[in-house]
């Protein structure tokens, strides 16, 4: 009986091996490194065959796959339709005022813990002659998502340089040797390319989609969808941010409770000071918004569009003095909301 009971219990445990074994995904290995070179980043480096890239101006993001639900899974990771992947992404920031290389690791560091990672290690490291610092990091979204990232960052000629390799649960170690060749490869911009570059801090020319499955709208590559941890009553926030912080395009999902846009208007109008209103339509629906200031130097403007029994807020902000460049940019993201 005894015999019989270990050979179940072997047979069994087996079976359990085989069947974690089966459960891992097919992940396709790399078979060799192409170089990446645009006259936007100025700057080379070399990436996985056949990796899918997706540029945004100052910054390029490079996916192990094209399949749009790897894409979305880095934005939205929490997401039903999302599929595990991993991502290397290159950008750069010019800043008007440097600090030490340091100040910017242990504020990124911080950052990070206060949103619940856990800091793996940080070390110094040598990108093309440039001193770098190496923050890696992990952590869970939920039991079935977890998420670990490789982020580097060097300074050069009063430019910050960023190399972030992430990927998500059983994807990171295979492709982590990516970063690593990245780093070994990358040639960073000289001083006079990098001046030359486009004013990162105005919306760029180039529109690119974002779209998950509440929405979809196109905004400037150079400006990155950030998707907040949203306040209750709202149920989802999207923010849209470039390399100004006060230049911003937030949008918030809200129940509507039966309400019609008139009333949803009036009865927020009062936590935006400004005057009048003024009529719209967004995805052939009827919206309404005002202009308004909520500090000195910063114009905004605030729509409300309800479909579905949900409220969809809008709100732009944007220097006074860069009116011009702004508010065209805004307006056409906000054109091109579509509601699903």
């Known amino acids: 009986?005894?015999?019989?009971?270990?050979?179940?219990?072997?047979?069994?445990?087996?079976?359990?091996?085989?069947?974690?074994?089966?459960?891992?995904?097919?992940?396709?290995?790399?078979?060799?490194?192409?170089?990446?070179?645009?006259?936007?980043?100025?700057?080379?480096?070399?990436?996985p065959t056949g990796w899918h890239i997706v540029e945004e101006g100052g910054k390029v993001n490079i996916y192990s796959a094209s399949d749009p639900n790897v894409i979305d899974k880095f934005y939205n990771p929490t997401s039903k339709t999302g599929k595990d992947g991993a991502q290397l992404a290159v950008s750069y920031q010019r800043l008007d005022s440097v600090q030490a290389l340091a100040q910017?690791?242990?504020?990124?560091?911080?950052?990070?813990?206060?949103?619940?990672?856990?800091?793996?290690?940080?070390?110094?490291?040598?990108?093309?002659?440039?001193?770098?610092?190496?923050?890696?990091?992990?952590?869970a979204y939920?039991?079935?998502?977890?998420?670990?990232?490789?982020?580097?960052?060097?300074?050069?000629?009063?430019?910050?340089?960023?190399?972030?390799?992430?990927?998500?649960n059983d994807y990171y170690e295979p492709y982590r040797a990516a970063i690593d060749t990245l780093l070994a490869t990358l040639k960073l911009p000289s001083k006079q390319a990098a001046a030359a570059a486009a004013d990162p801090s105005l919306p760029s020319a180039e529109f690119i989609e974002f779209s998950n499955e509440r929405l979809s709208l196109r905004h400037p590559?150079?400006?990155?969808?950030?998707?907040?941890?949203?306040?209750?009553?709202?149920?989802?926030?999207?923010?849209?941010?470039?390399?100004?912080?006060?230049?911003?395009?937030?949008?918030?999902?809200?129940?509507?409770?039966?309400?019609?846009?008139?009333?949803?208007?009036?009865?927020?109008?009062?936590?935006?000071?400004g005057k009048g209103q003024s009529e719209t339509t967004i995805d052939g629906n009827p919206a309404i918004y005002r202009n308004y200031s909520p500090v000195r130097g910063v114009e905004s403007r605030v729509y409300f569009v309800v479909k579905n029994d949900k409220i969809y807020r809008?709100?732009?902000n944007y220097d006074q003095t860069k009116r011009a460049d702004f508010l065209p940019a805004f307006e056409k993201v906000v054109a091109s909301l579509k509601i699903k």
């Open 314 to 316: 809008l709100i732009m």
């Open 142 to 168: 939920d039991k079935e998502t977890k998420k670990h990232v490789v982020h580097v960052i060097a300074l050069k000629d009063s430019v910050l340089y960023t190399v972030e390799y992430s990927a998500f």
């Open 221 to 273: 590559d150079n400006f990155s969808p950030n998707l907040l941890r949203a306040k209750a009553p709202a149920e989802f926030s999207l923010q849209l941010k470039g390399y100004r912080q006060d230049c911003t395009v937030q949008l918030d999902v809200l129940p509507a409770q039966g309400l019609t846009v008139d009333k949803v208007f009036a009865q927020n109008e009062k936590f935006f000071k």
């Open 1 to 47: 009986m005894f015999k019989m009971t270990g050979r179940l219990l072997t047979g069994l445990f087996a079976l359990l091996l085989l069947h974690n074994c089966s459960s891992k995904p097919d992940i396709p290995p790399v078979t060799g490194y192409e170089r990446y070179q645009n006259p936007y980043f100025k700057g080379t480096f070399s990436y």
């Open 104 to 139: 910017y690791a242990d504020s990124f560091k911080q950052d990070r813990e206060t949103e619940g990672f856990q800091i793996k290690s940080v070390d110094d490291k040598i990108i093309d002659s440039t001193a770098a610092k190496q923050i890696v990091f992990s952590g």
